[in-house]
């Protein structure tokens, strides 16, 4: 379960950011896009899969390559942790992006706000998570609109939860020595443990092996909607235990 942890790793290594990739040959430089290009398409492939077209994938892709190339010339040349690396910050681009443009109007928001209260009042009433027929008939929406805003809530998490991974990481980078990064790496380490066995392989398969719902879905054999309420979940657990780092 190291694979968030390691993010972590990349981004508070002893590696020569600006200095390390400044003297790189621009013929070294390109063939190393070429060679990560790959890991661009398919972060690409997951976020759009997610944010319902809020920006195009050809749009995605050269934000993401803009990434990339940022973060060649932070790290210098690739090694073992570069892979990490680049993906937080190819993420992290498109993330940005993605938040500049306001991918859900705020009526979207309110509605989704309204909705997920009334789930929650479900829950309470039901003492148990309601299934996806008793949520959509209590909102009185049709399934398809009712998964769709369980995607919705999906992306919204991850969003989030990316920009506080990012911010751990920058926080792993600035700490004054490497006990206080290890602090970081421990926290997220453990909560990663913490999950039960479904939410740590959605989760695995959304950060290492950056897969969409429906991939991960088909793996699984769930349905999309049920392999977001599993990230949601995991999400919210490791959120908090970040935030209390």
């Known amino acids: 379960?190291?694979?968030?942890?390691?993010?972590?790793?990349?981004?508070?290594?002893?590696?020569?950011?600006?200095?390390?990739?400044?003297?790189?040959?621009?013929?070294?430089?390109?063939?190393?896009?070429?060679?990560?290009?790959?890991?661009?398409?398919?972060?690409?492939?997951?976020?759009?899969?997610?944010?319902?077209?809020?920006?195009?994938?050809?749009?995605?892709?050269?934000?993401?390559?803009?990434?990339?190339?940022?973060?060649?010339?932070?790290?210098?040349?690739?090694?073992?942790?570069?892979?990490?690396?680049?993906?937080?910050?190819?993420?992290?681009?498109?993330?940005?992006?993605?938040?500049?443009?306001d991918w859900r109007p705020r009526a979207v928001r309110q509605d989704s706000h309204r909705l997920r209260d009334a789930v929650r009042a479900l829950t309470r009433r039901l003492g148990r998570e309601p299934n996806e027929k008793e949520a959509a008939e209590a909102l009185g929406v049709t399934a398809e609109e009712y998964r769709q805003h369980l995607l919705d809530e999906g992306a919204e998490e991850m969003l989030s939860f990316d920009e506080l991974l990012q911010e751990a990481t920058e926080q792993a980078h600035s700490a004054p020595g490497p006990e206080e990064r290890y602090l970081v790496r421990r926290s997220l380490e453990q909560v990663l443990g913490s999950l039960n066995e479904k939410e740590q392989r959605v989760i695995q398969m959304i950060y290492e092996f950056e897969l969409s719902y429906k991939e991960i879905a088909a793996v699984l054999d769930l349905s999309d909607a049920r392999v977001c309420q599993l990230n949601k979940s995991a999400l919210a657990k490791m959120k908090a235990a970040l935030q209390r780092v």
């Not at 990349?10 to 990560?36: F, K, N, S, T």
């Open 1 to 101: 379960m190291a694979y968030l942890a390691d993010y972590l790793d990349a981004a508070a290594g002893d590696y020569q950011e600006a200095a390390a990739g400044a003297g790189m040959d621009p013929r070294e430089e390109q063939r190393h896009l070429v060679a990560y290009a790959p890991l661009v398409k398919r972060i690409v492939r997951q976020l759009n899969a997610q944010v319902s077209g809020a920006v195009s994938r050809e749009d995605m892709e050269q934000i993401g390559l803009m990434g990339l190339l940022e973060a060649l010339r932070r790290y210098g040349s690739p090694d073992a942790g570069f892979g990490s690396y680049a993906s937080l910050r190819v993420r992290g681009a498109i993330l940005d992006e993605l938040r500049r443009q």
